[in-house]
């Protein structure tokens, strides 16, 4: 007799991708380290010089946390890369089995945003891979810029796809989506992928300097944005009133927090395209309208965050599917919001309360606030690689199988 190993991640679902969104993620807070703490005069970003010139002539912290930050970008980045094409090889033997047509012709349709959703968060990442790792990238990037621009409207024009056959099934034939199992936020994974293609659409308008680059970068990010605001706005209305009727679907309860990563990615949308409006097309705000504008979106965040865990712990989910024996790649969606709390009280803190003049860089109170931030990653590292062992691991059960 022979043993055939089965994986939890054997039984595949579209959901796998947001395995390497949230890698994604996790580079993008290690690059929060660079992007707020190592110096880079005249460029709105950290690149490879700029971190070498901070490591050599830094602080023994400093240089400790450059350390950290570019280990862990190639870490998670490789993570992120490595779960993209797992996933893709997957999905399409999935879409030649009768779960696929199944899937197509139920609610779950739209967990196959996750897949533009996760692209859009890879080319992010390799984007950062290039700032961190590549000397000399900056006397190209202008010729980057367009060519981001166009692998973005590609994953935009899927994403849109996608949305497409699954509103235009709906909408045209009665009685086809199910109310009774609406009753999470999951409905959201479009208006997600919608903002993850918008912030990478608004990232040449925050860098370049070409104003052809910078308007056509800031018009179609707003497309994109406002799309997924109205997405967001009708899907969570209509989930919270299925959620009043039936409660909260238990397997699907980490949806109740997509709203936290979906108010990050807008966040630093629209804080590109600000820094594009004024440097290219002089238009001026002030320190206190942008910290205000980040104080909203963590407000609502925070919201979202109470919520979704009161609702976990009250079904006990991190005791079945995190700690417990229980497996769901619904679980995977914990990632986003600890990740994305993380970036967003970064730039809360630098972006706001410092530039405001609120708190000093690097006092007190500066540390006691990014130690939030700190913390929700570590949590979160130490999540993904926990649901990869529940996920990706060998199970202690084994299949028998006979031998030839």
């Given at each position: 007799?022979?043993?055939?190993?089965?994986?939890?991640?054997d039984?595949?679902?579209?959901?796998?991708?947001?395995?390497?969104l949230?890698?994604?993620?996790?580079?993008?807070?290690?690059?929060?380290?660079?992007?707020?703490?190592?110096?880079?005069?005249?460029?709105?970003?950290?690149?490879?010089?700029?971190?070498?010139?901070?490591?050599?002539?830094?602080?023994?912290?400093?240089?400790?946390?450059?350390?950290?930050?570019?280990?862990?970008?190639?870490?998670?980045?490789?993570?992120?890369?490595k779960?993209?094409?797992?996933?893709?090889?997957?999905?399409?033997?999935?879409?030649?089995?009768?779960?696929?047509?199944?899937?197509?012709?139920?609610?779950?349709?739209?967990?196959?945003?996750?897949?533009?959703?996760?692209?859009?968060?890879?080319?992010?990442?390799?984007?950062?891979?290039?700032?961190?790792?590549?000397?000399?990238?900056?006397?190209?990037?202008?010729?980057?810029?367009?060519?981001?621009?166009?692998?973005?409207?590609?994953?935009?024009?899927?994403?849109l796809?996608?949305?497409?056959?699954?509103?235009?099934?709906v909408?045209?034939?009665?009685?086809?989506?199910?109310?009774?199992?609406?009753?999470?936020?999951?409905?959201?994974?479009?208006?997600?992928?919608?903002?993850?293609?918008?912030?990478?659409?608004?990232?040449?308008?925050?860098?370049?300097?070409?104003?052809?680059?910078?308007?056509?970068?800031?018009?179609?990010?707003?497309?994109?944005?406002?799309?997924?605001i109205?997405?967001?706005?009708?899907?969570?209305?209509?989930?919270?009133?299925?959620?009043?009727?039936?409660?909260?679907?238990?397997?699907?309860?980490?949806?109740?927090?997509?709203?936290?990563?979906?108010?990050?990615?807008?966040?630093?949308?629209?804080?590109?395209?600000?820094h594009?409006?004024?440097?290219?097309?002089?238009?001026?705000?002030?320190?206190?309208?942008?910290m205000?504008?980040?104080?909203?979106?963590?407000?609502?965040?925070?919201?979202?965050?109470?919520?979704?865990?009161?609702?976990?712990?009250?079904?006990?989910?991190?005791?079945?599917?995190?700690?417990?024996?229980?497996?769901?790649?619904?679980?995977?969606?914990?990632?986003?919001?600890?990740?994305?709390?993380?970036?967003?009280?970064?730039?809360?803190?630098?972006?706001?309360?410092?530039?405001?003049?609120?708190?000093?860089?690097?006092?007190?109170?500066?540390?006691?606030?990014?130690?939030?931030?700190?913390?929700?990653?570590?949590?979160?590292?130490?999540?993904?690689?926990?649901?990869?062992?529940?996920?990706?691991?060998?199970?202690?059960?084994?299949?028998?199988?006979?031998?030839?």
């Amino acid at each position: 007799m022979t043993t055939q190993i089965k994986r939890p991640a054997d039984n595949y679902s579209p959901l796998y991708f947001l395995a390497s969104l949230g890698a994604g993620g996790l580079a993008v807070t290690f690059f929060m380290y660079l992007m707020f703490w190592v110096p880079h005069p005249g460029r709105p970003v950290p690149i490879f010089e700029d971190i070498l010139s901070a490591f050599q002539s830094g602080s023994v912290p400093l240089q400790v946390a450059i350390a950290i930050a570019v280990v862990g970008i190639a870490v998670f980045a490789f993570l992120n890369v490595k779960m993209l094409l797992w996933n893709l090889s997957s999905l399409g033997k999935f879409q030649k089995t009768d779960k696929y047509e199944a899937l197509r012709n139920s609610n779950a349709e739209t967990t196959l945003l996750a897949a533009p959703l996760a692209m859009a968060m890879t080319v992010n990442a390799l984007f950062i891979v290039g700032l961190v790792y590549v000397p000399k990238l900056w006397t190209i990037v202008e010729y980057l810029f367009p060519m981001a621009i166009v692998a973005f409207a590609l994953i935009g024009l899927w994403a849109l796809r996608t949305i497409g056959d699954f509103l235009g099934r709906v909408l045209t034939k009665g009685g086809v989506f199910d109310v009774t199992a609406h009753n999470s936020f999951a409905q959201l994974m479009p208006a997600f992928a919608l903002a993850m293609v918008g912030v990478g659409l608004a990232a040449p308008a925050a860098m370049s300097t070409n104003t052809l680059t910078v308007g056509t970068s800031v018009v179609l990010s707003t497309f994109f944005g406002f799309a997924s605001i109205l997405y967001t706005v009708v899907a969570a209305v209509t989930a919270f009133n299925s959620m009043l009727h039936y409660g909260t679907a238990k397997e699907a309860g980490p949806t109740l927090m997509v709203i936290v990563p979906i108010m990050t990615v807008l966040g630093i949308l629209f804080l590109r395209q600000d820094h594009g409006l004024h440097v290219t097309f002089d238009v001026h705000g002030s320190a206190g309208e942008t910290m205000v504008f980040l104080a909203r979106m963590l407000t609502v965040q925070v919201v979202f965050l109470l919520l979704g865990m009161l609702v976990l712990r009250r079904q006990g989910y991190f005791a079945d599917f995190v700690m417990g024996p229980k497996t769901s790649p619904g679980s995977y969606a914990l990632v986003c919001p600890g990740v994305a709390l993380s970036v967003m009280i970064q730039f809360f803190v630098n972006k706001g309360l410092v530039a405001a003049g609120v708190i000093d860089k690097f006092s007190a109170g500066y540390w006691a606030v990014t130690a939030i931030a700190l913390i929700s990653q570590a949590l979160m590292v130490w999540l993904v690689l926990r649901l990869n062992r529940q996920h990706f691991g060998k199970t202690s059960q084994a299949v028998a199988v006979p031998a030839e």
